[in-house]
């Protein structure tokens, strides 16, 4: 598995052709970041601005953003600005004080969730929120076994890095995580991935009991994104949930990338209906202002608690409860949620005609506005130097995208959720001369 920032990683070693600016600000981004400086493409982009599903450098190109999911409703929008503008003149403290804006959040964001989930905590980032549904797990449980999938990833903190074989370099993950292959429609067919899946889990339960660790949790991202997105069959994580929990274990189900409405529902695990222990959410969640938060049942955070004091100084703050629900407000009002399943169903089926001309594209999968394109060598074999150029392709007919996958080989197509079939059209096309190019 290629480490995650790795993937289309800009290399710094390659600053001669660059644009005399562009060169003048990476070296000057390396010098001050140092080793933990990481840019995208072999030409890194200076972004002055955004609106909507663009991006625009500074010399005024405008850019379809085809791979952020934190300013979901879209680069700039008017509501979100103007009612964490309103809120930041007002007040934004800690969340010690009593204030009636985010209690309001909160319970209408709890009421989009199953009735048993009916408590939230709050935090700044995704990170935070899975290092903390871990922490809740252990308490809760007794235990300390992790399973994850092969590709997974779940954010930087040193607890939430051991739960991610994505972001190493060298090593592994410590004997108490147990990872696990993603769903793997190229091999195993629709009919038993329940049974494959369910079985591997299996398997990662009698391994962290026969080494004293007990199974804490099943911790996965309901799309599979960073494995390669893999969303189908719905429901075919159920028998293994039911698994863990027979052991004792919880089900931490990762909605930072897929959960405010990218799937077509608020949340990712409503397809497969199951009803998780602990709900991890982040990015989407303030459209660019850093929001977070845990959603559990009652005794699950009760027990938490008793043993170990949470507080979060930024986590919910006034102005980041602005920002919640402006994003609530646009999901509903801007029927974005209806949207993003009709625009991604859109670009699939367009994407899927490509591949009668273009023999560089294997699987097309996903749902609502997250995709994933395999793109294979002439032997239809994983192709991640064609994935690397065909980033590169887009990025010059100003399309932005990633990759993912444990070749690398996949494009992670994840627009705004006011992606439209214009946009769709445009990636299209792009992708099509890029591919043209590579004579694929």
């Given at each position: 598995m290629k480490p995650i920032l790795s993937l289309n990683a800009?290399?710094?070693?390659?600053?001669?052709?660059?644009d005399p600016h562009i060169k003048g600000e990476a070296l000057r981004r390396q010098r001050l970041f140092g080793a933990a400086s990481v840019l995208f493409y072999r030409e890194p982009l200076e972004i002055a601005r955004g609106e909507g599903c663009w991006l625009?450098?500074?010399?005024?190109?405008?850019?379809?953003?085809?791979y952020n999911n934190v300013p979901s409703v879209g680069h700039g929008h008017p509501r979100v600005a103007e009612a964490v503008y309103q809120q930041l003149k007002r007040v934004n403290t800690h969340t010690r004080y009593l204030h009636s804006l985010v209690n309001d959040y909160a319970e209408r964001l709890l009421a989009t969730f199953p009735a048993s989930l009916s408590n939230i905590t709050f935090t700044c980032t995704g990170s935070e929120s899975n290092d903390l549904a871990l922490r809740q797990a252990f308490s809760f449980t007794g235990r300390r076994g992790v399973i994850v999938t092969e590709g997974a990833y779940h954010g930087n903190s040193d607890l939430v890095t051991a739960v991610s074989p994505s972001s190493f370099r060298r090593g592994q993950p410590p004997r108490w995580v147990k990872t696990i292959p993603a769903p793997d429609p190229l091999h195993v067919p629709a009919t038993q991935q329940a049974e494959v899946f369910d079985s591997a889990v299996a398997a990662a339960i009698q391994a962290l009991e026969q080494e004293g660790f007990g199974v804490a949790a099943l911790l996965f991202d309901s799309i599979f994104s960073s494995d390669g997105v893999y969303a189908d069959p719905a429901?075919?994580?159920a028998p293994a949930v039911e698994r863990v929990r027979r052991h004792g274990g919880l089900f931490i189900c990762d909605e930072v990338q897929p959960g405010f409405g990218r799937t077509g529902r608020m949340w990712g695990f409503e397809r497969h209906g199951v009803i998780p222990d602990l709900v991890t959410l982040g990015k989407p969640m303030g459209n660019g202002f850093p929001l977070a938060g845990v959603v559990t049942r009652p005794?699950?955070?009760?027990?938490?608690c008793q043993e170990v004091g949470y507080f979060n100084t930024f986590g919910g703050s006034p102005a980041a409860a602005a920002a919640g629900m402006a994003v609530l407000d646009a999901l509903e009002q801007e029927q974005l949620i209806q949207r993003?399943?009709?625009?991604?169903?859109?670009?699939?089926?367009?994407?899927?005609?490509?591949?009668?001309?273009?023999g560089g594209i294997g699987a097309v999968r996903g749902v609502g506005l997250f995709t994933g394109v395999e793109l294979l060598d002439e032997a239809g074999q994983p192709d991640e130097s064609l994935a690397t150029a065909v980033i590169n392709g887009l990025r010059d007919e100003k399309v932005l995208i990633g990759a993912a996958g444990p070749h690398a080989n996949v494009l992670k197509v994840r627009p705004p959720l006011c992606f439209g079939t214009v946009e769709a059209d445009f990636f299209v096309q792009a992708l099509a001369k890029s591919l043209q190019r590579l004579g694929r």
């Open positions: 800009f290399d710094p070693q390659q600053t001669d052709a660059l625009m450098d500074v010399r005024g190109e405008r850019y379809l953003d085809c429901g075919f994580i005794a699950i955070l009760e027990r938490f993003a399943q009709q625009s991604g169903d859109y670009l699939r089926v367009a994407i899927t005609r490509l591949q009668a001309s273009h």
